[in-house]
């Protein structure tokens, strides 16, 4: 088999992670079939769980073409069970049966063409295609300066402030109260930046959610322009506005949100692995708990819980039994 293979890349800037590609050739040897079946199932079922975009090719010797073929159609139910495509149609082989094939998971292959070669270069024919593949890029990062705010900048800056008690006996005259302000303001600023002087840090543009689109943004912005009316002039005309407002931003968000991932989980019904790993996304609870119950309860409590409980138990049983009384008669 001949391949020639066009690789076209599309920018992406919402997804950052780094995309695995394999690109792997097989050559079925002809003869027993059975092994080479349950190893290939093995080989596929690990390999589109491991990376994101996979394609296959290669002369796999089975007839595809011929509907009846047993082997044809063991091979098609593994494709069809992992979520593997295969892609060419027509025969690529001088006796007029389709051997070599294209098989993809998670890429879009367009343009699949084959071209008949001269007989004195191979019995096979030349198999063509087009790859669609997205290539990521990263958000460029910007700087700008800083300071460094903790709880004990307060008692540094007092700590190190000069003593400003000839400044506050100077007479305030207008003709001296600019200078004085400024010289104030040169010791607070100086001193400032002896206990948290400024630094240039690193940051990257964190990109919008991918369902906050116009529509949702519109409403907020009208949410929020009720909400200032309201609070200014506190009539409930606006109240009310605000809070319908807001009803029906929240409603679309959902919405968004909802049809955002049931657009991404369509488009990706082919890749497991981005499959769960969106499912887990979303079903993961992001809210700490609210109580560590394993540092406050050990084993040892656990069971002298319920040791002291069955003493208890006991001990009330022994106190509700009634007094026996042996009389004899004589």
Not at 20 to 25: D, E, G, K, R
Not at 239 to 264: H, M, P, V
Request: neutral net charge; proline residues 4%.
């Amino acid at each position: 088999m001949v391949l020639h293979v066009t690789l076209s890349r599309e920018t992406s800037v919402n997804d950052k992670s780094p995309i695995t590609f394999v690109l792997a050739t097989v050559y079925r040897p002809p003869g027993h079939h059975t092994d080479f079946l349950k190893e290939f199932a093995d080989f596929i079922s690990e390999l589109v769980l491991a990376t994101d975009k996979v394609l296959i090719v290669g002369d796999f010797k089975i007839h595809v073409d011929i509907e009846n073929d047993a082997l044809a159609a063991a091979f098609t139910d593994i494709l069809n069970s992992i979520g593997v495509r295969q892609h060419v149609s027509g025969p690529t082989h001088c006796q007029n049966h389709t051997l070599d094939l294209i098989l993809s998971h998670g890429i879009d292959v367009n343009a699949v063409e084959i071209l008949q070669q001269s007989d004195d270069i191979s019995d096979h024919y030349l198999v063509s295609c087009i790859l669609q593949i997205t290539k990521t890029v990263n958000s460029t990062p910007y700087y700008k300066y800083g300071r460094t705010i903790t709880s004990t900048t307060k008692d540094c800056f007092l700590s190190n402030l000069p003593d400003l008690s000839e400044f506050l006996s100077m007479t305030n005259s207008s003709e001296k109260l600019d200078d004085l302000t400024e010289t104030i303001d040169s010791l607070f600023l100086r001193t400032l930046d002896t206990v948290a002087p400024l630094r240039l840090r690193k940051f990257k543009e964190n990109s919008p959610t991918p369902w906050y689109n116009e529509h949702t943004r519109a409403l907020n912005r009208a949410a929020r322009k009720m909400e200032r009316s309201w609070r200014k002039t506190k009539l409930e005309v606006f109240r009310t506005a605000w809070r319908e407002c807001t009803i029906s931003y929240r409603k679309a968000l959902k919405s968004a949100r909802s049809d955002y991932f049931s657009t991404l989980l369509k488009e990706n019904k082919h890749n497991p692995r981005y499959l769960f790993n969106t499912v887990a996304k979303l079903t993961k609870n992001k809210e700490p708990t609210g109580t560590d119950y394993a540092h406050q309860h050990s084993s040892n409590n656990f069971m002298n819980y319920f040791t002291s409980k069955i003493d208890t138990i006991r001990d009330k049983i022994v106190t509700m039994q009634p007094s026996i009384t042996v009389s004899h008669q004589i």
